[in-house]
């Protein structure tokens, strides 16, 4: 199942070059009382809110796609864990541009020395929201990466087990100043998150080891790879980042970004596809 959010708030099932209407399947969520739970409640009901969803849709709605604004298809994420340098060839080009790793030294290592980062949750839109570029006299790069949605919680869990612990998948793009400092500021101006252009259910990846993944820029390719070339693939990410902290449903994993990161501008177009996810297109301005 392709599960969307838009229309600010609306949910929706997508097939075909359509979403179905299906915004009461909410109704199945339980009522939240404050202090609110440190998970996203649409994820960690995921099952009812399907079940449901999938007996509205017959009599719903039909909009053609491209006709409503895309948000992000996880609402209250608790945390959104980023990989870095977790492809080989992308580890290659930052070691050998200046551009990109300013001399900090954990932008050159291996993930299994720089370990993972956080985005803040307030970065986060989606691709009908756009991205509003800060400091555009800096460079600004878009980073297109395989998005992980935790179904369940997770708290130390092995890399065998890893998987059972996938509510779905998206394609995320991790917006990024490049400069000296910290990651988690760098990576984290509002919109600098980008989750879409729905949620894809496991049912309907059958390797998220093997898909391949691209982006443009104003219909100009600027990365091409495959997820194979992921140095800790899904699995062995959600072992590492529970052995640290406790994940919960509507967390996301940012898998880190292959080789081909390059700058983005005010005007911008991108379009960014991931195998049996589906394409988002992002447009940029300046904040
Ligand atoms: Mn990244």
Same mark, same amino acid.
């Given at each position: ?14 097939? &075909? =070059?359509?979403?179905? !209407? ?36 017959? @009599? ?5 796609? !491209? ?11 608790? +945390? ?21 790793? #300013? ?15 956080? +985005? ?8 009908? &929201?756009?991205?509003?570029?800060? +400091?555009? !006299? ?15 919680? @997770?708290? =130390?869990?092995?890399?065998? !087990?890893?998987? +059972? ?23 984290? *101006? ?48 959600? @072992? ?10 509507? &967390? ?7 080789? =081909?990161?390059?700058?983005?501008? *005010? =005007? ?7 195998? #049996? ?11």
């Amino acid at each position: 199942m392709k599960l969307c959010r838009f229309n600010d708030g609306r949910l929706g099932i997508v097939e &075909d =070059g359509h979403v179905r !209407d299906v915004t009461a399947a909410l109704d199945a969520l339980p009522a939240y009382r404050y202090p609110l739970p440190p998970f996203d409640p649409m994820i960690a009901n995921l099952d009812a809110v399907a079940a449901r969803a999938l007996e509205l849709a017959a @009599a719903a709605p039909a909009l053609p796609i !491209d006709r409503v604004r895309l948000s992000s298809p996880v609402a209250n994420p608790g +945390k959104i864990v980023g990989a870095p340098v977790n492809y080989q060839k992308h580890l290659d080009e930052v070691r050998d541009n200046a551009a990109l790793h #300013h001399n900090v030294a954990s932008t050159m290592a291996p993930i299994h020395t720089a370990g993972l980062f956080l +985005k803040a949750t307030s970065a986060l839109v989606g691709p009908g &929201d756009g991205i509003a570029l800060r +400091k555009v !006299d800096r460079r600004n790069d878009q980073e297109v990466e395989l998005a992980v949605i935790i179904g369940r919680e @997770a708290n =130390g869990v092995s890399a065998a !087990d890893g998987y +059972k612990y996938v509510a779905g998948y998206a394609i995320g793009l991790d917006i990024t100043i490049r400069g000296p400092e910290e990651r988690s500021l760098r990576k984290s *101006p509002d919109s600098y998150a980008v989750l879409g252009p729905w949620l894809v259910t496991t049912d309907e990846i059958p390797n998220p080891g093997d898909l391949n993944l691209r982006i443009a820029v104003n219909g100009e390719e600027r990365q091409s790879s495959n997820t194979r070339y992921l140095i800790l693939g899904v699995p062995e990410l959600i @072992a590492y980042a529970s052995s640290f902290y406790t994940l919960r449903p509507g &967390d996301i994993i940012i898998t880190g970004t292959p080789e =081909g990161v390059s700058p983005i501008q *005010p =005007g911008d177009v991108i379009s960014a596809c991931i195998e #049996h996810i589906g394409t988002m297109e992002v447009r940029v301005r300046a904040a």
